[in-house]
């Protein structure tokens, strides 16, 4: 794990909860009541019409569908070329509680990748202090 080369996050007031979570193997997710669940973290609800500053956290079940998808040639630097080979998936995943996230789909076969595919999430514990949120077909 030290020797992760790809990119890390900064957090940020508002996504501390979120890195927090990652690292304990929970996706946490910012939540309005009564509007639900979104992403990314922001401070106030993103839905038109509410804004509520009222912002509690909840764990999402880290199921969901491949929303849509890319498969990228291209190595990201600095990435770590030798752990993660391009062709790779990044794909858009719509979660089972309904807000969508930009993540890695983890797949021996990148091109059996499709649109509506049930995934589920991988915690990848790139560095003792930070957990990225990935994605399995399941
Ligand atoms: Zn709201």
């Known amino acids: 794990m030290a020797d992760y080369a790809g990119r890390l996050p900064t957090p940020t007031p508002e996504s501390q909860p979120y890195w927090d979570g990652l690292k304990e193997h929970k996706l946490m997710l910012p939540t309005c009541d009564p509007c639900g669940p979104f992403f990314y973290p922001r ?19 880290g199921k969901g ?43 021996d076969d990148p091109y059996a990748t499709e649109v ?16 990225l949120p990935k994605f399995k077909p399941v």
């Open 65 to 107: 569908k491949v929303h849509t998808f890319v498969i990228s040639h291209q190595p990201i630097p600095p990435y770590n070329t030798e752990d993660n080979p391009p062709p790779y998936v990044i794909a858009v995943i719509e979660l089972e509680e309904g807000p969508r996230m930009m993540s890695n789909l983890i797949i």
């Open 43 to 61: 401070p106030f609800c993103p839905e038109p019409g509410c804004f509520s500053w009222d912002i509690d956290w909840t764990e999402a079940s």
């Open 116 to 131: 509506d595919m049930d995934v589920e999430i991988v915690y990848d514990d790139v560095t003792d202090d930070v957990t």
